[in-house]
């Protein structure tokens, strides 16, 4: 079998096994294609690291014991990305849901170069999604934040993302 084969074979059975654990999570079974989308946002995590701009972080908010992480965690993988404390302050909320298991966090965030991808809420959102564009949407979350990273790096926009062109 060529070794092309044997590679995309790999991804199939990786992306099954975790649209399996979704649907098991979340206990129902998604009105779309769960894998396919998954197979996608894979593609999307791959290509925004590789393109992203040398010398920055590239940092993704995973579940944490199957579960979407809590605050503290959001901010211990920040941490763990080599962020600051006053970056984490600021950064971990925007990605966090509160107490009661509610919200509606980021999917992503581009600061400073640096892009957060928030793959506890991807996930999420492809698994529970009621139709394809939501779940395209959160899919390709990781080449939106490049993106707007690349743009700020050029001087294209502000802080805020207003144009300056």
């Keep these: 079998m060529p070794k092309s084969k044997k590679i995309l074979g790999a991804k199939n059975k990786t992306m099954a096994e975790k649209a399996l654990e979704l649907k098991t999570r979340f206990g129902r079974q998604s009105a779309i294609d769960t894998q396919k989308y998954l197979g996608l946002n894979d593609f999307a995590n791959d290509a925004a690291m590789v393109l992203s701009a040398k010398g920055k972080k590239y940092v993704k908010i995973e579940n944490v014991n199957d579960k979407y992480p809590s605050l503290s965690d959001i901010k211990n993988q920040l941490k763990e990305g080599g962020f600051s404390d006053a970056e984490i302050e600021t950064l971990a909320p925007k990605l966090a849901i509160d107490e009661t298991g509610t919200g509606n966090p980021s999917n992503g965030l581009a ?43 050029k001087k294209m926009v502000d802080k805020n993302g207003e144009s300056l062109v």
């Design 111 to 153: 600061d400073k170069g640096n892009i957060i991808i928030n793959q506890a809420a991807i996930d999420t959102r492809i698994a529970t999604s009621n139709n394809s564009s939501d779940a395209a949407y959160a899919a390709v979350a990781p080449l939106e934040e490049l993106f707007h990273a690349d743009l700020r790096d």
